[in-house]
């Protein structure tokens, strides 16, 4: 199965050729339910973990800490936007505690990640341990395979800055305006009229993704510097717990093609939209970021 993002609805470099100096690729992952194994890039199944390696605990002290919960590992080779890893690493694995008990709050996410070179595991451990309690269902995903597509994105409207900035918020502050006398006077909310907006049409694609640039609907642009050594950091991974949103519905992918991985399950309507079950945040992004520099470097989040 193939998911294909259909073309923005213009060029918003033609309207400011700046944004070209912006200009990022990102990977959306596209998850759909199946069954996929230690050998695939997925979302929520089985880690290629070696056989004697420990399987990563929860290190931080609460009442309920036990074994981390695997979400998703990230071929290289599956993901042309999955930043280089360390020493050669061509796999990314993602794991994560099922309750929100961490940090300075107390109400913080604690994410793993670990990365690996595949060739190097020979015995893949199983069973592989997991929790015996979750906090939220929401943190236990769905198995899916992934459909990898890469797409062109620009930054969050408020991370564009200067004369730049000034003009698209101008321009995005016309097209609600046109949007608006629309309604009022065609009926718009029919489908008749629907003049594209850079925040939700041109600009960061929802979904799960690696790369691209980060949205940040709840908190507003961050810094996001590495505790490591100072460089600013990339987002390497974004969860989401959509595929698309009411205001997003030009991102929707459409399928096409057969299954191409046994038992695939490609998900075509709106039920595709929450294909793996998580849900994260309060506009329900995580975003993952690492340092450019030095992967090895700890990660930072942004829950958003």
């Known amino acids: 199965m193939i998911f294909t993002t259909l073309p923005r609805p213009l060029d918003i470099e033609d ?14 992952l596209h998850p759909r339910p199946g069954r996929p194994t230690a050998r695939h890039s997925h979302v ?100 899916c395979v992934l459909h990898p597509e890469q797409v062109t994105e620009y930054p969050y409207i408020e991370s564009l800055t200067g004369e730049l900035g000034e003009r698209v918020e101008e321009w995005e502050d016309a097209q609600e305006e046109a949007a608006y006398e629309a309604e009022d006077e065609d009926g718009y909310g029919d489908g008749d009229f629907a003049p594209p907006s850079y925040q939700s049409d041109l600009s960061v694609a929802p979904g799960w993704k690696a790369g691209g640039h980060a949205a940040w609907n709840v908190t507003g642009p961050g810094s996001m510097d590495c505790h490591g050594c100072g460089h600013g950091m990339r987002l390497l991974l974004t969860v989401d717990s959509y595929e698309w949103r009411s205001d997003s519905e030009s991102w929707r ?30 506009f329900g992004k995580l975003n993952v970021f690492a340092c450019p520099h030095d992967p090895a470097h700890p990660h930072r989040l942004s829950v958003q």
């Open 44 to 143: 929520g199944g089985p880690l290629l973990w070696p056989a004697g390696e420990p399987w990563p605990a929860c290190d931080e002290e609460h009442p309920h800490s036990g074994p981390l919960l695997a979400v998703a590992q990230l071929y290289a080779r599956d993901v042309p936007d999955l930043a280089a890893g360390p020493d050669g690493c061509d796999l990314l694995q993602v794991l994560w505690c099922p309750f929100d008990l961490h940090g300075p709050t107390g109400h913080g996410m604690h994410v793993r990640l670990r990365w690996r070179r595949s060739a190097e595991v020979r015995e893949v451990l199983a069973p592989q341990p997991e929790p015996a309690r979750v906090g939220f269902d929401g943190y236990v995903p769905a198995p």
């Open 15 to 28: 309207l400011f050729p700046g944004l070209a100096a912006h200009r990022a690729t990102a990977t959306r």
């Open 253 to 282: 992918p459409l399928p096409t093609g057969a299954a191409g991985v046994t038992g695939v399950e490609a998900g075509a309507g709106d039920e595709a939209n929450r294909p793996t079950g998580v849900a994260v945040g309060n």
